[in-house]
């Protein structure tokens, strides 16, 4: 078989690369960024020619050290992030993966032990906090514009990468003829279960308490957002910047107004929202395929998850004689 040319290695790597979402594109840009830092302070030449015991010494100094920018020691979920990254480079340049070695497959496993595999579950936000949200968002530009994030985003089981590369075209308001009132589609273009790009739509009601069409209405009218991002950065004094929010934003405003209602914001992430959909609609007895319409999941199984934790105290196998 003939070698690949410059060129076709190029149009490969591009296309293996094109897979991932841009959040992952950066994590294992990252990723591998500290394994080459680590290479260069142990002297190694070519970070793609590193033997399995140094592979897994860098995997031990990742998982046990605190990051030289943050001071956070990364979770086993980073390490593993980052032992993807490292692999994903290997066999883009066509070479076997140090990280499928036993040597380091058995040094991650016995980190994980060490370290606790279980992934922290951030808390999620039910109806009456998104309620409450609601009420503590100024009347101001931005205080709408955060109202509508927080809305639509719950409303639409929203991952907070969803939120900030909407655009209007891929929002379509429907006759407020239905029972419920108004209601729109919401298109996906492209989420962490549709990395190809199909597109997925999510029917959204504006309901009695969360109104998200109405929030979302009100913040299109107030901003004079004709095309481009919906929900946009702004400058001092509320004039839009027309850039979409960047994916940190949403978590640092779900805090923001957490706080505001009483709650911890370490305990709130981007997923707080998402999470929060679920859980509601699982606590009000909704259809689990009818949750999946709205949530996207793919695995039933992801969905009981939150089903479980809504119902644990529900029919409690003690509650006739605790």
């Known amino acids: 078989m003939d070698e690949l040319t410059i060129a076709d290695r190029d149009l490969q790597v591009e296309a293996m690369s094109s897979e991932l979402s841009d959040n992952t594109r950066k994590a294992y840009q990252k990723g591998w960024s500290r394994f080459t830092d680590y290479c260069a302070a142990e002297g190694i030449g070519d970070p793609l020619s590193v033997p399995p015991d140094r592979v897994a010494r860098f995997f031990v100094r990742l998982a046990t050290g605190a990051s ?6 990364p979770s086993m979920g980073t390490v593993m992030l980052y032992k993807s990254a490292v692999n994903k480079k290997y066999l883009e340049v ?6 499928s070695h036993p040597v380091v497959r058995a040094t991650l496993k016995g980190l994980a032990r060490l370290k606790g595999s279980s992934s922290r579950k951030v808390e999620a936000l039910r109806e009456y906090h998104i309620e409450s949200m609601l009420r503590a968002c100024p009347k101001t530009l931005i205080g709408k514009r955060d109202a509508a994030i927080i809305a639509v985003g719950f409303a639409g089981a929203l991952r907070r990468s969803e939120i900030c590369n909407l655009v209007l075209d891929d929002v379509e308001f429907l006759d ?4 419920d009132g108004d209601r729109m589609w919401i298109t996906i273009r492209q989420s962490k279960t549709d990395q190809q790009g199909k597109g997925q739509r999510i029917a959204i009601l504006d309901g009695k308490a969360i109104r998200p069409i109405t929030h979302l209405r009100l913040w299109l009218e107030s901003s004079g957002i004709t095309r481009g991002p919906v929900f946009q950065t702004m400058k001092r004094g509320g004039h839009l910047r027309g850039k979409p929010m960047h994916h940190s934003d949403i978590p640092r405003i779900l805090k923001q107004y957490a706080a505001h209602i009483g709650l911890d914001p370490k305990d ?11 859980t509601s609609a699982a606590v009000h007895h909704a259809r689990l395929d009818k949750i999946m319409a709205v949530s996207r999941h793919t ?4 969905v009981m998850g939150y089903i479980r934790d809504a119902d644990a105290f529900a029919d409690h196998a003690g509650q006739r004689f605790l």
């Open 68 to 73: 030289p920018k943050s001071g956070v020691t």
């Open 299 to 302: 695995n039933p199984a992801t």
């Open 176 to 179: 407020s003829s239905g029972v």
């Open 268 to 278: 709130i992430a981007g997923h707080s929202l998402r999470a929060g959909f679920v």
């Open 94 to 99: 066509g070479k076997p993966s140090p990280t």
